[in-house]
């Protein structure tokens, strides 16, 4: 199934903004014919990470992991895109789809969204890039072959996953062998704190052992993974992990997403597995 271009007015899709545009209001999100804006004057507003990719800037030079990074090491991570066949569950707007598809990639994309798929199938029509979408279960996999896969992201559309190995078998099965599978999710502590009154500190407002479902939004809510889960399903599942990185979120960075509680922990962490031969 390869990406066809919608109707002439995809539903809710945005479009390339023309220079000198006002920026979007972040609060709203990603959908919406008329979003609010921002005068130019004003500052950015900030708003949760644990939404993330939705309220991000529209970006397509590079693959981004997780709100607020733009740090130009993470792109080793997995290097360049150029004549890899890469699987991506979670598509957002469909930037990384699109970077990755600029770079010489073959990307396929699934997603449980079938408005956030109009929205990335008509982003990759506006930069005339292919890009294969499907609509269904991140753990549906069945129409990749085994073994076909050189690379797998996952960018923050885990977080809405509970049984996470579920997925991680299925990926194991569709990658090659010593392949990449990046996760990146919300970090625990940004699920378990909140900067004080003064934003000079921060204090505590979840256990770290609670597993109950945080809500992030109307019929929307994330799973509380722990590392230390994500770590040990991975290895059940015949990855190693190679890579564990918590980023600090840019200060230099425009970013709508950073927050005083970032002077003071990280909001993502990075896990890369390699598919491990039988």
């Known amino acids: 199934m390869t990406s066809r271009p919608p109707s002439?007015?995809?539903?809710?899709?945005?479009?390339?903004?023309?220079?000198?545009?006002?920026?979007?209001?972040?609060?709203?999100?990603?959908?919406?014919d008329r979003p609010a804006l921002v005068e130019p004057d004003q500052p950015r507003p900030s708003i949760t990470t644990l939404s993330f990719p939705d309220g991000a800037d529209f970006d397509t030079d590079a693959v981004r992991f997780g709100p607020g990074l733009d740090d130009e090491s993470l792109e080793?991570?997995?290097g360049s895109g150029d004549g890899k066949r890469v699987l991506e569950l979670g598509c957002g707007d469909g930037s990384n789809a699109i970077a990755l598809a600029k770079q010489g990639a073959r990307v396929i994309v699934v997603d449980t969204s079938a408005q956030r798929l109009?929205?990335?199938?008509a982003n990759a029509e506006a930069h005339d890039v292919r890009v294969e979408f499907h609509h269904g279960d991140l753990a549906d996999l069945a129409f990749v072959r085994g073994d076909q896969i050189d690379l797998c992201l996952a960018i923050y559309s885990l977080a809405a996953v509970a049984d996470i190995s579920r997925v991680f078998r299925q990926v194991n099965r569709v990658l090659r062998t010593e392949a990449l599978f990046v996760i990146s999710l919300p970090h625990p502590l940004e699920l378990m704190c909140a900067p004080d009154a003064s934003g000079d500190s921060v204090r505590l407002t979840r256990s770290a052992f609670d597993p109950s479902e945080i809500s992030i939004g109307?019929?929307?809510?994330?799973?509380?993974?722990?590392?230390?889960?994500?770590f040990t399903l991975l290895g059940r599942s015949n990855f190693?992990?190679?890579?564990?990185?918590?980023?600090?979120?840019?200060?230099?960075?425009?970013?709508?997403f950073?927050?005083?509680l970032h002077e003071w922990i990280p909001a993502t962490v990075i896990l890369r597995g390699r598919k491990q031969g039988v």
């Open 8 to 32: 002439s007015n995809p539903p809710n899709g945005p479009r390339p903004k023309p220079a000198g545009t006002r920026p979007r209001h972040p609060s709203a999100g990603n959908l919406g």
């Open 118 to 121: 109009a929205i990335a199938r």
């Open 258 to 260: 950073r927050s005083p």
């Open 76 to 78: 080793r991570l997995i």
């Open 218 to 230: 109307p019929n929307a809510s994330i799973q509380a993974h722990r590392i230390t889960d994500v």
């Open 240 to 256: 190693r992990v190679d890579t564990l990185l918590e980023p600090e979120v840019s200060r230099t960075s425009d970013s709508p």
